[in-house]
């Protein structure tokens, strides 16, 4: 069975950079057949996709145009885990913020249990 | 876009329910599957998978739960609503970057 375990600060600063760190178990990060996506979810913005990683015979990047030049994804492949990195936040970006599976299935099959962010000073 | 309706829906216990999903652009790929997904999120908890590519119901997903549609047009079904069947149903669409989801319908017992 596959674990999705998020970590990260609740708070960040505005203007500040927003990280959290999705750990996986039970899958590999650098499988072929699964993409590794980071999603936040608020009142006003519902679900929203902010971007994945995922690997066929290379790294690839894909971020939501919504967040693009301000996020990056990270990867640790030892420790099989990937991470979100979010810059130069404002109070909009407050949201719960999950990291998600898509597996052969092509849907989000497994998740983690989100983190709440909130952007305050 | 992902449209979704109604927003709302309250529903007596083992009665149908229906929840349309309406793409702007089409979900149906060339190898003939629809990248359409349904999720449920209940209270305090993540989304969790009800029905990948349209139609196909995820593991552990009772039968009461149906998917259909192709295109730009779908719909999820429950044929006898049951009291654990409450919270907020997404569409989503995978084929597209960046991936979209619906704004949610809320089901509720009357």
């Known amino acids: 069975q596959v674990q999705m375990q998020q970590s990260g600060p609740g708070l960040v600063k505005p203007s500040q950079t927003l990280s959290l760190t999705c750990a996986i178990s039970?899958?590999?990060?650098?499988?072929?057949?699964?993409?590794w996506s980071w999603i936040r979810q608020s009142p006003s913005r519902g679900l929203e996709w902010l971007g994945r990683t995922f690997y066929r015979a290379k790294w690839y990047n894909d971020f939501a145009p919504s967040v693009k030049g301000r996020i990056n994804i990270n990867r640790d492949t030892a420790k099989n885990h990937f991470s979100l990195q979010l810059n130069s936040v404002t109070p909009e970006d407050t949201a719960v913020y999950y990291c998600?599976?898509?597996?052969?299935?092509?849907?989000?099959?497994?998740w983690g249990r989100g983190t709440l962010v909130t952007v305050s000073s | 876009v992902m449209t979704q309706s109604p927003l709302f829906l309250p529903v007596t216990p083992g009665e149908p329910a229906s929840i349309s999903c309406r793409s702007s652009q089409s979900l149906l790929y060339t190898n003939g599957h629809n990248y359409l997904d349904w999720y449920l999120q209940k209270p305090g908890q993540s989304p969790h998978l009800l029905i990948y590519?349209?139609?196909n119901r995820a593991s552990g997903v009772p039968d009461r739960f149906s998917g259909s549609g192709s295109g730009t047009d779908f719909t999820l079904k429950i044929s006898r609503v049951e009291a654990e069947d409450v919270g907020v149903y997404y569409c989503m669409q995978g084929l597209h970057s960046p991936l979209t989801f619906g704004g949610g319908t809320k089901v509720e017992i009357k």
């Open positions: 998600a599976r898509q597996g052969v299935l092509a849907a989000f099959d497994f």
């Open positions: 039970g899958d590999s990060l650098s499988s072929s057949n699964a993409s």
């Open positions: 590519l349209g139609s």
